[in-house]
T-cell receptor, first 116, second 116 residues
């Protein structure tokens, strides 16, 4: 069975510094996808970044980048130049299934607090 | 409106009440999902619908009854709930065509449910 592990319940980072949020996964399917979502206190899950298992390069989206280490089965999220608005819960998730109605398996999340 | 909307945003109900949660997506997606997010637990997938047909029921108790009249609307009918059913209920959608090449799931803002 697929599994996502986020070992950091909470993290602090100083404003303008970079922070890495850890995510490890387990799957026997050679084709998979990994997502990171941000959940502010309002509750809505906001998509941040995606990494496909066959992608040759690490994904980047603005201040977000993914440190994808396939052999280690890790997909850590790096947020550069942290802003106060980055304070939120962050979830790593794996796609299960290949069609358009795929399922997402979520990790337990990491609460990030950005200090001014 | 755009994206995924959910109503109501907050709901308080007694254990003998019957209520319904509504989700609507304006993205032209074919798949819709219900997730449950309890305190200190990962998001749990409840139901998946693809082109109005239920494709996944993740061992959800029968006091939760989903309904998908078309690809744009999804309901969750609630009856004789328990206090442990108090949680944030999130709706999501995905599919093609989509506004993004990653085919990520788009989430609504959620309904915060309290069962007394």
């Amino acid at each position: 069975a697929q599994k996502i592990t986020q070992t950091q319940p909470g993290m602090f980072v100083q404003e303008k510094e970079a922070v890495t949020l850890d995510c490890t996964y387990d799957t026997s399917d050679p084709s998979y996808g990994l997502f990171w979502y941000k959940q502010p206190s309002s509750g809505e899950m906001i998509f941040l970044i995606y990494q496909g298992s066959y992608d040759q390069q690490n994904a980047t989206e603005g201040r977000y980048s993914l440190n994808f280490q396939k052999a280690r089965k890790s997909a850590n999220l790096v947020i550069s130049a942290s802003q106060l608005g980055d304070s939120a819960m962050y979830f790593c998730a794996m796609r299960e299934g290949r069609d358009s109605s795929y399922k997402l398996i979520f990790g337990s999340g990491t609460r990030l607090l950005v200090r001014p | 409106e755009t994206g995924v909307t959910q109503t109501p945003r907050h709901l308080v109900m007694g254990m003998t009440n019957k209520k319904s949660l509504k989700c609507e997506q304006h993205l032209g997606h074919n798949a819709m999902y219900w997730y449950k997010q309890s305190a200190k637990k990962p998001l749990e997938l409840m139901f998946v619908y693809n082109f109005k047909e239920q494709t996944e029921n993740n061992s959800v108790p029968s006091r939760f009854s989903p309904e998908c009249p078309n690809s744009s609307h999804l309901f969750l009918h609630l009856h004789t709930l328990q206090p442990e059913d108090s949680a944030l209920y999130l709706c999501a959608s995905t599919g093609t065509p989509g506004p993004s090449s990653y085919n990520e799931q788009f989430f609504g803002p959620g309904t915060r449910l309290t069962v007394l």
